[in-house]
């Protein structure tokens, strides 16, 4: 395995962000929460929601959409900012 743990990395608690256990490289990474990754998948939400409320009007995918973007965004806050 190229992660740790079996494959499943090291060790995380929730954070709100989305997890990933590759950099854009392919490199395994060594802490699991990339901020540069959430905060593209924050941008990548905003415009869901934008297109959402434009086109598809799903009440569904804008409640589940803005949690999500509130967790990642709350995580970012949190544990991304020094």
């Not at 962000?17 to 959430?38: E, V």
């Not at 409320?53 to 020094?82: M, P």
Request: charge should be positive; proline fraction near 6%; charged fraction near 25%.
């Amino acid at each position: 395995f190229e992660l740790p743990n079996e494959g499943k990395g090291t060790p995380t608690r929730y954070t709100g962000m989305t997890w990933s256990g590759f950099r854009p490289s392919d490199d395994p990474c060594t802490y699991g929460y990339l901020i540069p990754a959430n905060i593209h998948a924050a941008g990548a939400l905003q415009r869901v929601l934008i297109l959402n409320d434009r086109v598809w009007k799903s009440e569904e995918l804008r409640l589940k959409a803005s949690k999500l973007l509130k967790e990642i965004e709350g995580g970012i806050r949190k544990y991304g900012i020094v």
